[in-house]
């Protein structure tokens, strides 16, 4: 069983940067990890994942942050990030991490099985 905990989400003026951290407790090394947002009314999406298994290294970003978020794994193998940069008032939402055990899925939010709480991004 994976427990997640993400951290790092604050107010900031359009333009910045932030990064998001997500704490993963009970992950193992061939988990897909990824990254959602929902702002209010709308439905959850996408923004990025990562599949770091056996050296894979897959990626996938959401068109409309390529170029403007890294996802990253840190050097414990237990906390994933989220870098921000260039941000844009229609970032705002909030942002939830993601673990799917050993395979790779992708921006698809139903096929991850554990989720973190969130954490709240507000861009101004």
């Known amino acids: 069983h994976v427990q997640l905990v993400e951290s790092g989400g604050g107010s900031v003026q359009a333009g910045g940067s932030l990064r998001l951290s997500c704490r993963a407790s009970?992950?193992?090394?061939?988990?897909?990890m990824g990254w959602f947002r929902q702002a209010p009314g709308k439905q959850r999406e996408g923004v990025a994942a990562?599949?770091?298994?056996?050296?894979?290294?897959?990626?996938y970003y959401r068109q409309s942050v390529k170029g403007r978020f890294i996802i990253s794994q840190g050097t414990d193998k237990q906390t994933v990030y989220l870098d921000m940069n260039i941000l844009k008032p229609e970032d705002t939402a909030m942002y939830y991490c993601?673990?799917?055990?050993?395979?790779?899925?992708?921006?698809?939010?139903?096929?991850?099985?554990?989720w973190g709480q969130g954490t709240q991004v507000t861009v101004s």
């Open positions: 993601a673990a799917e055990e050993g395979r790779w899925v992708g921006g698809d939010a139903r096929q991850y099985s554990f």
């Open positions: 009970g992950s193992r090394s061939d988990d897909c």
């Open positions: 990562l599949y770091a298994g056996n050296g894979d290294g897959r990626t």
